[in-house]
Nanobody, 125 residues
């Protein structure tokens, strides 16, 4: 499995940005695709995930209502639409793929078997 994240950049607080993740290397039936982020000096944290089959999303409380995760099965793409960006959203964002989610804590990334290289999102206040 290969994942390639893109779309990061420098934006101002309140702006919107869409991240993309190109997935390849296999079919992703039954997979769960996720986005994590890591801010400078902080641990990596869960942002959102979506089921490949049904597009069912799940969000962290910190982004719920502002971010939208989606997938395009025909294009093998996963997206993270981010709106109302805040300074605290500044981080490197990673896309990841899991065969299934078994752990209870969304921040526990042990289920994810593949990771993209990360794309930097910088939000200026």
């Amino acid at each position: 499995v290969q994942l390639q994240a893109s779309g990061g950049g420098l934006v101002q607080a309140g702006d919107s940005l869409r991240l993309s993740c190109a997935a390849s290397g296999r079919t992703f039936t039954n997979y769960v695709m996720g986005w994590f982020r890591q801010a400078p000096g902080k641990e990596r944290e869960f942002v959102a995930r979506v089921t490949w089959n049904y597009g069912t999303p799940y969000y962290s409380d910190s982004v719920k209502g502002r971010f939208t995760i989606s997938r395009d099965r025909a294009k093998n793409m996963v997206y993270l639409q981010m709106t109302s960006l805040k300074f605290g959203d500044t981080a490197v964002y990673y896309c990841a793929a899991a065969r299934s989610i078994r752990v209870y804590d969304p921040n526990d990334s042990r289920d994810y078997i593949a990771w993209g290289q990360g794309t930097l999102v910088t939000v200026s206040s």
